[in-house]
């Protein structure tokens, strides 16, 4: 009779094993899934910040050339689309809206095949005036291809919203008030 009960509680202990490896896989698969989510998280995050700082970049220039601030307002999107330009030469707003076409399209950092990467995907600037009457208005975002959808404002242009249809997108903007004449004090 001894033998007959060390056997069945062996094969309790056996499901019990089993039982207890099923549980903890489960749950180390759910970590896999955490850390995987994480990761995006990071990437977005990054890609929001890099968004903020090309945005505080033209937001600067376009204050520091006050009474040239129409030349900034542009026609077409920059970055994703357009070439990289060479900006020897160039003075005052075209130098200023050409360096900022090659920071949207990461020319700052290049891979050993000489491929910018420094920028996020599909990353498009645009800067319009909002009110034509002074003191003028002006809108300037910056969108790109997100992992996390975002709405975008209505005040942005068609034209700079990230044409990529098949994923999300992602748009961070910056309105600048009473732009106008300078004031000598």
């Known amino acids: ?31 896999a899934g955490l850390q995987a989510r994480m990761q995006l998280a990071e990437v977005e995050s990054y890609h929001r910040s890099h968004a903020i700082v090309l945005l505080q970049d033209i937001v600067a220039r376009v204050a520091a050339n006050r009474r040239n601030a129409m030349n900034y307002v542009t026609a077409t999107p920059l970055g994703t689309g357009n070439a990289l330009q060479n900006c020897i030469g160039l003075t005052g707003s075209v130098l200023d809206l050409c360096q900022w076409n090659n920071a949207l399209l990461g020319a700052a950092a290049t891979s050993s095949g000489g491929q910018q990467v420094g920028a996020m995907i599909g990353a498009r600037g645009c800067i319009s005036n909002v009110s034509a009457t ?29 044409r990529l249809t098949h994923s999300p997108s992602a748009t961070i903007e910056a309105t600048i008030f009473g732009i106008g004449k300078a004031r000598s004090l």
């Open 1 to 31: 009779m001894i033998r007959g009960q060390r056997s069945r509680i062996r094969g309790v202990t056996m499901i019990e094993v089993l039982i207890t490896i099923v549980i903890l896989t489960i749950g180390l698969l759910g970590v």
């Open 134 to 162: 002074m003191p003028r208005e002006f809108t300037i975002a910056v969108a790109w291809q997100g992992v996390t959808p975002t709405v975008a404002s209505t005040a942005i242009p068609t034209g700079c919203r990230p």
